[in-house]
């Protein structure tokens, strides 16, 4: 007997989507940052008066520049988590968060906007079990961790999140096995009071999968037998989900969703019309009661469908506004993927515009699982074998009028056999780069293109001329400005990664400059984050065995270790930076 597709999405999808936020960079350290942010591009206010003022004794002095550095690192049998914080590129003794534990894994460590709330899972007190636990910071000292999480039988904590402000966490509680993830409950924990409240159950018996909290912590929602709920987090009364459609009772399935940044409204995909036929529908949920459901794709053709992921990954996203969706879909013609975007924000859907120009026979769009959005809103951007069929190449259309203009080319002519493998805009969207075996093929290379205006300009390669057998590799961050740019690879000796930093001024990119040398024969560089004082900070075995973490001065000068603060001077696998 052949089982119908949509009765397999829905444990696939509620796998897939618990599982995502588990995994953990074996090699090093991650950056990750409270609600999903991993591209630490700051924002927001902060308790401390924001991002570079901070007065760490608390007398009234001048303002000093402020990072909390969180950190895990391997010790005895355990991981545990650290924070080391830096004034004014002074590193202080390192503090330890998660208790002298003979054992147990710390990850998943999530921190509020300003650092000063942490959340963290652990099996200290049962090995393969992780429980969810805060840590609350009085000024710069950590208080004692707290279990978070009730005891739920053989179920344990698999999926977390923790408001931007710090005033409540979420979590899934679960199992694993065999390679999957099914998630009991979802349970709410008010954190606003002096003591965590009690975890409220948000799920109504069946399983659930699929969560995800807003960006400015305001609205929570989840999937439950293929039906969507949403749950408003404003303190206001004890967290209530809602459901947003189908109807009960209903066949038809929501197999992905997403939120607005500000929680105002739900998009979801799923067979609410037709059956077996995916659309996307929006709705507002900033009321008391959610808005109606709507549909805003455009019509489809026979066999087509609004894309959603492997396993229902999410891949349609919301405006940094919340004003417009971005969806993809085989609208026009069957089997072949293009990029839409259409106006939401006001009740009724408008038009969807497609974003990509027409694709060769055999082209198509390829599907992201980031949002193509510049931060400003103004850009949306896009890789697809749209000119030449099989050879990957990036776009970018202008979004001011409304109506995405034409879209255009921004990589140059590429060498017989390369690609463009990826791409990032500046936190200000004053320009963006993107990784390509432009000039030779499988040598990676770096290049810029300014963004200010409706047009990209001309590319700029960043990196200066690999030695036979060096590339540039993954670890890319932009300066939170936009004003410089650092990038790790083997430019200088063949599997010797090290880190280069390059000024960006006018929307001119200067040639990068090897920034920190390894002392080491092979060693990698793993993560680059730019801290909001503008301190660069990344993760690397460039001068031992063990991957250290390093930080050093805006604008250069020697690095300094920040793991050398803790008790047993281990190496590092993860770290997060605060303020946001």
């Known amino acids: 007997m052949e089982i119908p597709s949509d009765r397999l999405i829905r444990p696939l999808a509620r796998s897939l989507a618990a599982l995502l936020p588990l995994a953990v960079a074996a090699a090093c350290g991650t950056v990750t940052a409270a609600g999903g942010d991993d591209d630490g591009d700051g924002g927001g206010e902060h308790a401390d008066g924001g991002p570079g003022d901070r007065d760490p004794d608390g007398g009234g002095g001048s303002a000093s520049r402020f990072v909390r550095v969180l950190h895990t690192v391997p010790e005895e049998g355990a991981t545990r988590l650290y924070a080391a914080d830096v004034i004014d590129g002074a590193i202080q003794p390192a503090r330890l968060l998660s208790g002298e534990t003979p054992g147990g894994i710390v990850d998943r460590v999530q921190a ?148 607005a940044p500000d929680g105002s ?62 969806y993809f879909a085989d609208a026009r013609i069957d089997g072949v993927t293009e990029l839409f975007v259409v106006e939401v924000s006001g009740g009724t859907p408008g038009s969807s515009e497609r974003v990509n120009g027409d694709p060769v026979a055999g082209g198509a769009v390829l599907p992201g699982y980031t949002s193509p959005f510049s931060p400003d809103g103004r850009l949306i951007a896009y890789r697809a074998d749209q000119l030449s069929d099989g050879v990957t190449e990036l776009f970018v259309a202008d979004l001011t009028s409304g109506a995405p203009a034409a879209a255009r080319r921004v990589n140059g002519v590429l060498a017989a056999g390369g690609d463009v493998s990826s791409y990032r805009f500046a936190p200000d969207g004053s320009g963006l780069v993107y990784q390509a075996d432009q000039r030779s093929d499988e040598v990676t290379e770096l290049y810029y293109a300014d963004t200010r205006g409706s047009q990209p300009g001309p590319p700029q390669r960043v990196n200066r001329d690999p030695v036979s057998g060096g590339d540039v590799s993954s670890p890319v961050a932009f300066a939170r400005d936009g004003g410089s740019l650092a990038c790790a690879g083997d430019l200088m000796v063949d599997e010797r990664a090290e880190l280069f930093l390059a000024a960006i001024a006018d929307g001119t990119v200067e040639p990068a400059e090897r920034a920190q040398a390894s002392s080491a024969a092979t060693s990698g560089i793993y993560s680059i984050e730019f801290a909001p004082d503008g301190s660069l900070v990344y993760a690397g075995d460039t001068a031992r065995a063990a991957c250290d973490l390093w930080i050093a001065e805006p604008g250069g000068g020697e690095a300094q270790r920040v793991n050398i603060t803790t008790a047993r001077d281990s190496g590092v696998i993860g770290f997060w930076l605060r303020p946001r």
């Open 112 to 259: 509020s906007d300003d650092g000063q709330t942490v959340v963290y899972r652990s099996d200290a007190e049962s090995a393969g079990e992780p429980d969810l636990y805060l840590v609350r910071f009085e000024g710069d000292q950590p208080g004692a961790p707290v279990r978070l999480s009730d005891d739920h039988g053989a179920s344990y904590v698999v999926q977390s999140f923790l408001e931007a402000d710090g005033s409540g966490a979420i979590y899934g509680a679960g199992t694993v096995g065999g390679g999957f993830v099914s998630i009991e409950d979802y349970y709410a924990v008010d954190l606003s009071g002096p003591a965590p409240g009690a975890p409220v159950p948000l799920g109504h018996g069946s399983f659930v999968y699929g969560g995800v909290l807003a960006e400015d912590g305001s609205t929570f929602a989840f999937l439950e037998d293929g039906a969507a709920y949403v749950v408003a987090l404003d303190g206001a009364a004890p967290p209530e989900p809602v459901r947003v459609g189908p109807a009960a009772g209903d066949a038809q399935n929501v197999v992905a969703l997403a939120l």
């Open 265 to 326: 409204a739900i998009a979801l995909v799923g067979d609410l019309t037709t059956d077996g036929v995916n659309e996307l529908y929006v709705a507002d949920v900033s009321g008391a009661s959610p808005g109606p459901v709507r549909r805003a794709n455009r019509t489809l053709v026979a066999g087509g469908d609004v894309y959603v992921g492997p396993l229902g990954l999410v891949s349609h996203y919301f405006s940094p506004d919340g004003g417009q969706l971005a």
